[in-house]
């Protein structure tokens, strides 16, 4: 039997390990081989991986790798110093101290890296989006303040913390949200560097847009009026999450892209992309609320149900809702088709982060 066909009764006709895992390989040629080492090399590697001009057999190059769990661990520590900075501790000391509680209280800080993923994207900085980055986290902050109070979502666990107005009490809770509210747009616009004003008037309009009565505000005044509806449709239910979960999703992307000077028709694709994974965002959530225990999420599970309220998975069952992830997900990265691969890399990770993570 000849050598080639022992290496191929041993591994078979198909790779068993990816492009990109380097396994050394030593063969060794006595003076009887009837196979020449283009067969060998033949015999391991398909055709298809192989230059087709003829007898040049080269191993492909490996492609360049995304380290995404050392990317979000240094843009989340960059976040959180600057978040420090721009909130110190200062009269009225209890103000201050529940504004810092809750916004240093941990957290993937998904929204703020995602602007600054969007600002480097297309040519910008990092120090050139954090302001930006650093408000959308504020009013994300004020957002989950304002959602645990009594008369909301009534919750009293957060970030695997007792929620704001537990440490704090109600009053406080609700000034410390209205005060991070106000300090994001004034971040932005005193500490924004190195872009023309017209920009930052652009970033400030956006971020008003996203938090208020056309964004987060609205989704989450239909998400309260639902509470018990009996007719309630899958319409209705993108709706509520378009908009008190994906528009602020969406703000982050498109203030960082602004920030970059992306044109119209790239700020265009990446609000489309923002957008899926905006409702990506909230079917997950969905998904995590029911299947995965308080102690896993690091905030109460199943408060939806006990609230009666209406979810992907309640309306369409768990594994539609898994799909529709999925499908989101895929719609969200053909957004970022024509952009720069390597400086897309992270987005195309966040989007499979969203979809499959834990909590």
């Given at each position: 039997m ?5 290496i191929t009764?041993?591994i078979?006709?198909k790779?068993?390990l990816p492009?990109n895992v380097k396994?050394p390989?030593?063969c060794t040629l ?5 196979d020449?080492p283009s067969?060998?090399?033949a ?6 991986y192989?230059?087709?001009e003829?007898?040049?057999h080269?191993l492909p190059?490996?492609p ?18 600057a978040?420090k ?7 009225p000391?209890?103000l201050h101290?529940?504004?810092i509680y809750?916004?240093l209280a941990g957290g993937k ?9 969007a ?7 990092e120090?050139t989006?954090m302001?930006?980055?650093?408000a959308?986290e504020m009013i994300?902050?004020?957002s ?6 009594p008369?909301?979502d009534n919750?009293?666990?957060?970030r695997?913390?007792?929620t704001?107005?537990?440490v704090f ?5 609700v ?6 509210l106000a300090?994001?747009?004034e971040?932005v616009?005193?500490?924004t560097?190195g872009?023309?004003a017209?920009?930052?008037?652009r970033?400030?309009?956006?971020l008003a847009?996203?938090?208020?009565a056309?964004g ?9 009026c639902?509470?018990?509806?009996q007719?309630?449709?899958?319409q209705?239910?993108e709706f509520?999450h378009?908009?008190k979960?994906g528009?602020l999703?969406?703000g982050s992307?498109?203030v ?6 992306a044109?119209k028709?790239?700020?265009?694709k990446?609000r489309r ?6 409702l990506?965002f909230?079917?997950?959530?969905d998904?995590l ?5 308080s102690?896993q999420?690091g905030k109460?599970?199943?408060?939806d ?5 209406t979810t ?5 069952g768990?594994d ?10 895929k719609e ?5 088709v024509g952009f720069?691969p ?9 989007a499979d982060?969203?979809?499959?993570r834990?909590?």
């Open positions: 000849s050598f080639v066909n022992l009764m041993s078979g006709s790779p068993l492009l396994v390989i030593t006595s003076n009887t081989t009837k020449s067969d060998i090399v015999a391991i590697f398909p055709a298809s192989l230059k087709e003829q007898n040049i080269t190059i490996d360049p790798t995304f380290n995404f769990k050392n990317y979000m661990h240094a843009k989340a520590s960059s976040v959180n110093r978040l900075d721009a909130v110190p501790l200062k009269e000391s209890k101290e529940s504004m809750s916004l800080r998904v929204r703020p890296v995602l602007c600054i993923a600002c480097e994207l297309l040519g910008g900085q120090s989006a302001p930006a980055a650093c959308v994300h902050t004020m989950l303040m304002h959602d645990d109070l008369w909301i919750d009293d666990l957060r695997g913390k007792p704001n107005h537990k009490g109600e009053r406080i809770a000034l410390a949200g209205d005060a991070l300090l994001s747009f971040h616009a005193t500490s560097k872009v023309p017209e920009r930052i008037v970033v400030l309009g956006e847009e996203c938090s208020g056309e987060l505000v609205a989704g989450q005044v239909a998400d309260l639902s509470e018990g509806m007719e309630f449709g899958l209705h239910l509520i378009g908009h979960t528009a999703l969406e992307v498109v960082g892209a602004i920030l970059g000077g044109n028709q790239e700020i265009a990446l992309f923002a957008r899926c994974i905006g990506l909230q079917v997950v959530d998904i609320d029911v299947t995965k225990s102690l999420l109460t599970a199943g408060k149900l006990v609230a009666d309220k992907y998975p309640k309306l369409i768990i539609k809702s898994r799909e529709l992830a999925h499908k989101l997900n969200a990265q053909e957004q970022l720069d390597v400086k897309a890399a992270p987005l195309f990770a966040l982060y969203i979809t499959y834990d909590n």
